[in-house]
């Protein structure tokens, strides 16, 4: 299946992909009303790791054995098996942070601001392309199988 | 310390209610000048540190940012200008030449716009691009005065030995850009996007980072008067040589790379010591008269064992056409001529702005010379200095030259938006920098795509032209300057460039 | 969890006995590998597969009963799985490969799945059958307390353990005076070390939560059978009308016994989560299996081990070769706002061992990591959980973390923290150019 992966020697830190990932989770996903009216705002689930000069977007690698699907103890993560990613049911969710305990690549993320619930990528299933790679401006993020 | 007479250049407009305080302005200016400020929830700007290179204009995720010229107004002067007064009191308050980058910006006249083309009609039709084969194919290098067919084996064998040539699948070649002025991602996409099109670039005197001698089919490397990066393997993984006597961006002087832009890997391709300041002198200090550079053309194609044409550039100064003859005599294989308009990353301002001449008026006055003196033949005329479009292309080629050289072009393919900026080794779009934050902006996949989709744009643009003048082969219009008319120039202007007024026919 | 074999198309016959985590894990891996094979699921509690961390979420009101499913409603059906629900199993024949059932009846299979669970550990504490006294490991224990908490006001929580601090949290949040009675000397004394365990006692406190430590009760007395107080080992007396037993849970290893099934603690499994008897396996928290930190085998009651494990023994018991790295101690539970993460060895003390550690007293954050010869063997975490879970995996893959081992306390610490050449093996980043 297609993933996102990173190029860390052209990522510039601009962190346009967590706007951009905020903006397609948000209510309205229109970006101006995402950030200036929404309350509570919504969270980008790519976070961008900078240090030292070096950069890169990290997000939920959507393991083909998700460790985070088998320590949910709702079966709020569960991977979809028509398109493979990893998806999130937020109503099944009761924030127990089982999921941050077991995912390797620290992916997952507490939803600080609203209900309390975990956050993670969805691979942006209305989308041809999660929103990520289509915005970054110096195409430091691919869409591809491996 | 007294206050600074220095007023902002560019203002920063920020429309409040778009701009959504994501911060990516702040993040992405390598001025500092957006800062987030978080008692206010808001983002300043300091306009006096505004280049005027609108990357935060490009990057804003909203368009919240825009950025115009200062409107603030000196009494209207047309002697004492806002600039003049600018720069003196620039000088007085730091005692220091004035620096700058990129090509002169002055009004002196363009010629190339003053230059009209033919079209075919009705009686010499025009060709069709699409539909009919077009030749765009350029060999550069000494052609010989006649040629001799060997018929001996039933077939017609060429019998004269040519001298090296260098095929062009277009008659353009990226300008010389050195190492160290520019970033290695922009080598590295030059080189690649040369390959993949089919050209040439040139390393300028920065030498030649190791990593790109994969590219060495398509590279001419430069031999300038610091000899940064000359050693044998640099010379034999070419395909040509060029001596760099001038160029046209600071004619009479040598070039500088501050110190602070010699990394490791710069130190490692210019084999100088980390930090220092590279100095080009002004002459090469082993050519004071034609003969010595007749002497240093040989030691160079003897060490490369003549298998490699070498070229000899120049910037376009008053007597242009009589140096260029003693280039081609002094056995170079290839004249460049760099014009008034050409690029650099660093020059004194003054000199950019007030030394060399109109690339237009030296390369006809060259080109005529050399037929004059029966010549012409011996080296190909490359010319340099500020060509925009495809039609300067044409118009050049038809005025003489054999190909063009683009320097300031590819960059702003690249993103360059020529703030003029270079000198400070600050690059927003990662061009001119050696920082390696900075540099990571240029993504050379990116790059390489751009470049060549100009060179593919320009390309049929250029077909479509020659088309238009019922001619299928570059070579028909080379020199031809019955396709160019004059609009708007003085007759001493017309004779100088050899073209006739826009009017008068055949 | 790694190499696997592709399996042969025979048709099975699988009984699982128990059916929460393990079982539902067991049913997934084998169907898998093998789409037809009878699965029959055996339980003698009367529902589909529940989420059991959850009760205390259902007490507090946090959760509705609807919520309380594991799977979907259909998932038994769509795996083609038999339920006997309500009924419980009383012993095995080996010998027939049958199990026997309360009512008589016997239940014939080929591979047997015995993931029975836990029960709570009970010591003999004088009134210990007097009404409202509770353990509280069911959904119907806490179904019962429920319809109980409109009716009392002060409950005794024997025990500060994982489940004793839960039913603490969600009996306060309906509004009950809660008191907690722990015989160590701190709570959660398993999970969480001296200061981890202050910083939960200060959040107690907060509540208004009175702790016991260094003590246990040791009689409860009433009036006609109904809780009035309890008396401690110091003597303290408690005023309160219920109380809950949360010492601990130990392996329901009730159906094996006097079988040749191999037991310790729990059912003693193998890394295929194969019993000593080759046709039954064992999995979840009544299973023995190998640890990943130490030689030797472990009983490790968590949910997410008992998934895992589930899912291995049902691979290798539909014939697809499944191997278990090995139990893992690992816990997240969030008291009173306060998150804790605690993974592996997190609380141990010892000249082996490198303890690095993190305390911010006004952010109420503490970071525990434990080393042994660079490699991460334990972490715990209060407050500041986010991205625990990259420690987890330097512990599994036991990491050696000697190039980026003063990274690891801080605050962003990260994929960025490690060399480039493990960030790229792990994220597959590429080279450009």
Not at chain 2, 266 to 291: C, F, K, N, W
Request: glycine fraction near 8%.
């Amino acid at each position: 299946m297609k993933r996102v992966y990173a190029k860390e020697e052209v990522c510039i830190g601009c962190r346009l992909c967590e706007i951009h990932c905020l903006v397609e989770h948000s209510k309205s996903k229109k970006i101006v009303k995402a950030f200036r009216e929404e309350f509570p705002r919504a969270m980008p689930r790519v976070m961008v790791e900078e240090k030292g000069g070096i950069s890169f977007a990290i997000q939920c690698r959507h393991c083909d054995e998700p460790y985070c699907a088998e320590a949910c103890m709702t079966g709020a993560l569960s991977k979809d098996e028509e398109t493979g990613a990893v998806l999130h049911d937020s109503e099944k969710c009761v924030g127990c942070w089982m999921c941050i305990m077991v995912c390797p690549f620290g992916a997952i993320q507490r939803d600080k601001q609203g209900k309390k619930i975990a956050s993670k990528c969805d691979l942006c299933p209305d989308k041809e392309i999660p929103v990520c790679v289509a915005n970054c401006p110096n195409e430091a993020l691919v869409f591809e199988e491996r | 310390m007294s206050i600074t007479l220095l007023e902002p250049e560019f203002k920063i407009i920020r429309d409040d209610d778009r701009c959504i305080r994501c911060g990516v302005c702040e993040r992405q200016c390598g001025f500092d000048v957006h800062e987030y400020d978080p008692d206010d929830d808001e983002i300043v700007s300091d306009n006096t540190k505004c280049v005027g290179c609108h990357r935060c204009v490009s990057l804003c995720p909203t368009n919240a940012v825009n950025i115009v010229r200062n409107p603030l107004h000196f009494k209207t002067n047309a002697n004492w200008t806002g600039k003049v007064i600018k720069d003196i009191y620039k000088q007085a308050e730091t005692g220091g030449v004035l620096l700058t980058g990129m090509g002169n910006p002055k009004p002196y006249p363009i010629y190339w716009d003053h230059m009209v083309l033919n079209a075919s009609q009705v009686t010499n039709p025009s060709i069709d691009p699409l539909r009919e084969p077009m030749e765009l194919r350029t060999y550069l290098g000494r052609k010989p005065d006649k040629i001799e067919i060997d018929y001996s084996s039933g077939e017609p064998k060429l019998a004269t030995k040519l001298a090296p040539q260098l095929t062009l699948e277009l008659p353009i070649v990226f300008s010389a850009m050195s190492y160290g002025a520019i970033s290695y991602n922009t080598c590295q996409a030059l080189a690649r996007a040369a390959t993949e099109a089919g050209i040439l670039y040139n390393t300028g005197e920065g030498g030649l980072h190791r990593d790109l001698y994969k590219y060495g089919k398509n590279t001419i490397v430069q031999c300038a008067s610091g000899r940064f990066g000359v050693h044998q393997d640099y010379l034999n993984v070419a395909s040509a040589i060029e001596i760099k006597v001038g160029q046209g961006a600071k004619p009479g002087i040598g070039g500088h790379l501050p110190g602070e832009k010699v990394g490791e890997a710069v130190s490692q391709t210019r084999m100088i010591p980390v930090g220092t300041d590279a100095l080009s002198p002004a002459p090469h200090h082993d050519i004071y008269s034609i003969e010595d550079l007749r002497q240093l053309i040989y030691a160079l194609k003897e060490a490369t064992r003549y298998e490699k044409p070498v070229s000899v550039k120049i910037a376009a100064v008053h007597n242009s056409a009589a140096i260029a003859s003693g280039i081609v005599r002094a056995g170079a294989d290839i004249v460049a001529l760099d014009g008034l308009r050409g690029g650099t990353g660093a020059a004194p301002t003054m000199i950019r702005d007030n030394v060399g001449i109109p690339i237009e008026l030296a390369l006809a006055q060259v080109d005529q010379r050399l037929r004059e003196e029966g010549i012409r033949n011996q080296a190909s005329i490359l010319v340099a200095g500020g060509f925009r479009n495809s039609a300067d292309i044409v118009k050049a080629i038809a005025l003489g030259a054999d190909a063009v050289y683009i320097g300031t072009a590819a960059l702003v393919a690249m993103g360059c938006h020529v703030c003029q900026k270079c000198y400070t080794g600050i690059c927003n779009w990662g061009i001119a920098t050696q920082d390696p934050q900075l540099e990571k902006r240029l993504n050379p996949d990116i790059a390489t795509r751009r470049l060549v989709n100009l060179l593919r744009a320009w390309g049929h643009e250029i077909e479509e032209m020659l088309g238009g003048m019922g001619i299928n082969a570059i070579e028909s219009l080379r020199g031809n300057r019955l396709h160019l008319r004059g609009v708007g120039l003085t007759d001493t202007d017309l004779k100088l460039l050899g073209i006739k007024p826009a009017g008068e026919g055949a | 969890m790694s190499q696997s074999k592709k399996a042969d198309n025979k048709k099975q016959n699988y009984v699982i006995i128990g059916n929460s985590a393990a079982a539902v894990g067991a049913i997934e891996g084998i169907r898998e590998a093998d789409k037809d094979g009878k699965i029959t699921v055996i339980s003698k509690e009367p529902y589909y597969a529940y989420s059991r961390p959850l009760i205390c979420y259902l007490l507090a009101g946090q959760v509705k009963a609807s919520k309380m499913l594991y799977r979907d409603k259909d998932f038994y059906k769509k795996k083609k799985v038999k339920t006997v629900l309500g009924k419980k199993a009383t012993g095995l024949d080996l010998e027939k490969k049958a199990v026997l059932m309360e009512d008589g009846e016997k239940v014939s299979y080929q591979k047997l799945l015995i993931s029975t669970g836990g029960v709570p550990f009970v010591t003999p504490i004088k009134g210990l059958d007097n009404d409202n006294v509770f353990t509280f490991t069911t959904w119907d224990d806490a179904k019962n307390l429920d319809k109980l908490v409109k009716k009392i006001k002060k409950v005794v929580v024997i025990g500060a353990g994982l489940i004793g601090m839960k039913a603490t949290e969600a009996l306060h949040a309906r509004e009950l005076d809660v008191t907690v009675v722990e015989l160590a000397d701190r709570v959660l004394s398993l999970a969480l070390d001296k200061k981890a365990s202050d910083m939960v006692k200060d959040q107690l406190k907060e509540m208004g939560i009175r702790v016991f430590t260094n003590n246990t009760v040791v009689g409860i007395t009433g009036s006609g059978n109904k809780v009035e107080r309890v008396i401690l080992k110091d003597g303290t007396t408690l005023e309160c009308d219920a109380v809950i037993v949360a010492i601990g849970v130990r392996p329901n290893v009730e159906l094996v016994d006097g079988t040749k099934i191999a037991v310790n603690r729990g059912i003693i499994v193998d890394s295929h989560m194969q019993t000593s008897v080759s046709h039954v396996y064992a999995a979840g928290d009544v299973a023995e299996a190998p640890e990943l930190l130490a030689e030797g085998n472990k009983v490790i009651p968590i949910w997410p081990g008992a998934c895992e494990q589930g899912h291995i023994a049902g691979c290798n018991m539909a014939g697809v070769e499944e191997e278990y790295i090995g139990a893992l101690c690992m816990n997240s539970i969030e008291f009173f706002g306060l998150p804790t993460i605690s993974v592996g060895l997190a609380n141990v003390e010892g000249e082996e061992y490198e303890v690095l550690s993190k305390y911010d007293q006004k952010e109420k954050t503490y970071k525990r990591i434990v080393l042994k010869d660079d490699v991460v063997v334990g972490a715990l975490f209060v407050g500041a959980i986010d991205r625990a879970g990259i420690y987890t995996g330097l512990i599994k893959e036991r990491a050696d973390t000697k190039n980026f081992k003063k990274e690891l306390l801080s605050d962003n610490f990260g994929y960025v923290s490690f060399p480039k050449e493990l960030r790229i093996k792990k994220l597959q980043v590429i080279e450009v150019g």
